[in-house]
């Protein structure tokens, strides 16, 4: 917990970088007394995140470090209000494997449920229906590939992308990579995932690939925005 606390997790979940940009332009417009103490008040609004929004970007930091996972953005950025949880798969990037880059569509669940598996799971809004219907390529895949495609600002994420997209084309929609991701703060049960996962396996076909991987924190879910360590930048 103390190596991510200062690290890739805060940086994930509070946008660090991109804020602190905009706090320094703010503080720069600000040449009144009156408008020192707007800028002061607008920061001081800014809430702690939610232990889901904590989760998912845990899942992010988790996936590129172990996985080798691309992210071309950072969703914090599209979300219109604090508490938005933005519609369609939670991640949207590359998997990038020994230079060989394929979409990666993927679903986020944190749970301090005892069961095991979690009820979050289950369902029209668990973890493996959510990516059930990412294995139709009729569902949502065109909205999410123009939503990254969009969003990559840079040569080598375009390049990843195109390549991405044409084993996409060249395989009639099947070359993808699904993720679902459990976050937990219970003790480690294969159950969790091992369940419902051979249900999931009968959905997906190669050359599409999905993996279900669930992590253990040794802290309570509501305790998790506490350990990210963003700090109010007022």
């Known amino acids: 917990m103390e190596d991510l606390k200062a690290g890739p997790w805060a940086e994930r979940v509070g946008d660090l970088e991109s804020s602190a940009a905009m706090i320094e332009e703010l503080r ?15 920061l001081a609004s800014e809430v702690e995140p939610l232990p889901w929004e904590v989760g998912e970007a845990l899942a992010e930091v988790l996936l590129e470090h172990w996985h080798s996972v ?3 953005w950072n969703t914090v950025r599209d979300r219109r209000t604090r508490r938005a949880s933005l519609p369609g798969a939670d991640l949207v990037g590359l998997s990038v494997i020994d230079g060989s880059a394929t979409l990666l569509f ?4 944190s749970s301090s449920d005892a069961a095991a598996p979690p009820g979050v799971v289950y369902g029209k809004s668990g973890l493996i229906q959510q990516l059930e219907r990412l294995t139709d390529k009729d569902a949502d895949h065109f909205t999410l590939m123009r939503w990254l495609r969009s969003r990559c600002s ?7 992308y195109k390549a991405a997209a044409a084993r996409y084309v060249h395989s009639q929609g099947r070359d993808i990579h699904l993720v679902g991701c459990l976050i937990r703060d219970t ?3 294969e159950r969790d995932v091992s369940v419902r996962g051979t249900a999931l396996a009968r959905t997906v076909v190669e050359p599409m690939k999905a993996l279900l991987t669930s992590w253990y924190l040794p802290a309570t879910m509501a305790s998790w925005p506490s350990h990210v360590g963003l700090e109010n930048s007022a």
């Open 28 to 42: 720069a417009l600000a040449t009144t007394d009156m408008a020192i103490a707007t800028v002061g008040g607008l």
């Open 70 to 72: 691309v992210w071309v």
């Open 106 to 109: 993927g679903e986020v669940k």
């Open 154 to 160: 840079t040569a080598e994420h375009v390049a990843l």
């Open 187 to 189: 003790s480690p049960n």
